[in-house]
């Protein structure tokens, strides 16, 4: 299984980004996809979750309002539509897939490369 993330990149406070994760590979028995990220001098953290389906999506309560994880099932392809975007939110961004959400949260089975995103005040 590969993952591929898109999208990061320099953005002001208050704007928007998207990022995308593709998969490949055999992706029989993941049945969620998700976010984390890891800003510089911290441990890595969950933002969200979401199930192969597309539904029952989870966030972290610290970007709850302000992203929105989404997946297009034809591309394999998850999205995470960050808006109104805070200087905190900087940090380099991880996809990942895991078996269930609780299983992705807890230990996912497969990353992807991260993708940095920088928010300037």
């Known amino acids: 299984v590969q993952l591929q993330a898109f999208g990061g990149g320099l953005v002001q406070a208050g704007g928007s980004l998207k990022l995308s994760c593709a998969a490949s590979?055999?992706?029989?028995?993941?049945?969620?996809m998700g976010w984390f990220r890891q800003a510089p001098g911290k441990e890595r953290e969950f933002v969200a979750t979401v199930r192969w389906s597309g539904l029952g999506a989870n966030y972290a309560d610290s970007v709850k309002g302000r992203f929105i994880i989404y997946r297009e099932h034809a591309a394999n392809t998850v999205y995470l539509q960050m808006n109104n975007l805070k200087p905190e939110d900087t940090a380099v961004y991880y996809c990942?897939?895991?078996?269930?959400?609780?299983?992705?949260?807890?230990?996912?089975?497969?990353w992807g490369q991260g993708t940095l995103v920088t928010v300037s005040s």
């Open positions: 590979g055999r992706t029989v028995g993941s049945s969620a």
């Open positions: 990942a897939l895991g078996s269930t959400t609780a299983e992705l949260r807890r230990s996912p089975d497969y």
